[in-house]
């Protein structure tokens, strides 16, 4: 698979968005697993989901506007079977682990297509993924220019739950993160975001210093945001979301300007195995810590590394599918209906 729920075709002679999405689901993984050296890195493993969301965002551009809004929904659809599909896998895991059947109810799986974090939390990229890709159709249908006002809900948002937390110390950890992580907050802002970076590509080209302008925010990045969210005058976070922000948005301008950046094998990976590495790698390193227990900082690697062919797998029962689809539909019986 390429990015989530897409075909395997990213947008012509980008090549670069493969490292990226290579990248970014390394650091999913990172995220979930011990590294070393993670520590000095905490601060851009945020950027991983975003970056994803941006790059879906970007491909849904097309010159004509029928063809986004077919895109949008046709994707919001893959993105709630995958949902389905991932939250019983996750299920069927508790239930092996000997979690009682009694603790699952028809609400709690149906809220959970919207939340998608009771059974593993990195299932919410899927929730924020569909419901943010339905709020794109509707502004792209009915309200284009508010696109442009929908990248702002990310950074005042975190503000505002950030505050929130501070007023509301009793609130539960799952409830704020379940207002900061969805389709409206994150999913649409970022999507927004990338459409609006490939809808203007063009002029991005000519942007000089880029790669500068990049550099300054990875360093930045590395020093400022971490000790800024160490401050107490910062206790609501909005610089650290805003640099990020601008972070992930020079990141996939470089993509732009670069498009041609090849690294053998990283590219492949991203293009072909990147959104199961995200998706599967929870189940993965499940299984793997209980077969080497002792991997430690080894784990991320290992688990990103025994991804690739479960992921190669998914891929081949996938086309094994759609070629059942295509010759059930190419036969007489079917064609005399």
């Keep these: 698979m390429s990015s989530p729920v897409h075909n395997r075709k990213t947008r012509k002679g980008i090549s670069s968005l493969y490292l990226l999405k ?26 991983a989901t975003p970056c994803f969301l941006c790059i879906t965002g970007f491909l849904l551009y097309s010159d004509n506007k029928e063809k986004e809004l077919g895109k949008a929904i046709k994707w919001a659809k893959k993105a709630l079977w995958l949902s389905i599909i991932l939250n019983l896998l996750h299920m069927g895991q508790h239930l092996w682990d000997g979690v009682p059947i009694s603790q699952y109810s028809v609400s709690g799986l149906l809220t959970n297509l919207f939340t998608g974090i009771a059974f593993s939390t990195h299932l919410w990229y899927l929730s924020a993924l569909w419901t943010g890709l339905l709020f794109f159709y509707v502004l792209r249908r009915y309200a284009g220019l508010l696109i442009w006002v929908a990248p702002l809900l990310y950074c005042w948002a975190h503000v505002c739950f950030k505050w929130g937390a501070d007023i509301f ?19 649409l802002p970022f999507l927004c975001t990338g459409y609006l970076i490939a809808r203007h590509q063009e002029r991005l080209t000519h942007l000089r210093l880029l790669t500068l302008w990049w550099g300054l925010c990875l360093l930045f990045l590395f020093f400022g945001s971490y000790v800024m969210r160490l401050l107490p005058i910062v206790t609501y976070g909005w610089p650290h979301f805003a640099v990020m922000y601008a972070f992930i948005v020079l990141t996939l301008a470089l993509c732009i300007r670069y498009r041609d950046a090849r690294i053998p094998g990283l590219n492949e990976i991203g293009q072909y195995h990147s959104a199961n590495i995200y998706f599967f790698h929870i189940l993965v390193l499940i299984h793997l810590g209980r077969i080497f227990p002792e991997i430690g900082p080894w784990q991320a690697i290992s688990v990103f590394i025994c991804s690739i062919p479960v992921s190669w797998c998914i891929n081949k029962c996938a086309e094994g599918i759609n070629k059942l689809k295509v010759a059930a539909q190419n036969h007489p019986t079917a064609a005399c209906k």
Excluded: S
């Design 169 to 187: 110390p009793q609130a539960e950890d799952y409830v704020l993160f379940l207002l900061r992580c969805n389709g409206l907050i994150t999913g």
């Design 22 to 47: 290579a990248l970014c689901a390394f650091l999913v993984v990172v995220i979930h697993a011990q590294m070393w050296g993670k520590d000095a890195i905490q601060p851009i493993l945020g950027m």
